[in-house]
């Protein structure tokens, strides 16, 4: 089992920045790839970043590129979601995701946190 906790969440305004972060406990973080969804209000699920074990490789949907850097500090077994110049449409739970495998983004992941809220006024 691997256990996710995010923090980081919050208000902000439109064109602010946050950075989430997500702390992974349970088995050898390194031989997860980790990724990141949002569900916005009465909206699915949808997987917007990924990066791989070693954070050498990296990926992201159209809608956040340029403005969100996924990494990942294996040393403190967390991933990080940076986001800038944020927008009202990023208002969402955002909920971080593990899946054991050398690859870089997956369409289903095995492990998921509870979610932390960012919400971004215009």
């Known amino acids: 089992q691997v256990q996710l906790v995010e923090s980081g969440g919050g208000l902000v305004q439109a064109g602010d920045s946050l950075r989430l972060s997500c702390v992974a406990s349970?088995?050898?973080?390194?031989?997860?790839?980790m990724g990141w969804s949002r569900q916005p209000p009465g909206k699915e699920r949808e997987l917007i970043v990924g990066?791989?074990?070693?954070?050498?490789?990296?990926y992201y949907v159209d809608s956040v590129k340029g403005r969100f850097t996924i990494s990942r500090d294996n040393t403190k077994n967390t991933v990080y979601l940076q986001m800038n110049n944020l927008k009202p449409e990023d208002t969402a739970i955002y909920h971080c995701?593990?899946?054991?495998?050398?690859?870089?983004?997956?369409?289903?992941?095995?492990?998921w946190g509870q979610g932390t809220q960012v919400t971004v006024s215009s």
């Open positions: 995701a593990a899946q054991r495998g050398r690859g870089t983004f997956y369409t289903t992941y095995d492990y």
């Open positions: 349970g088995r050898t973080f390194g031989d997860y790839a």
């Open positions: 990066i791989n074990w070693n954070g050498g490789a990296t």
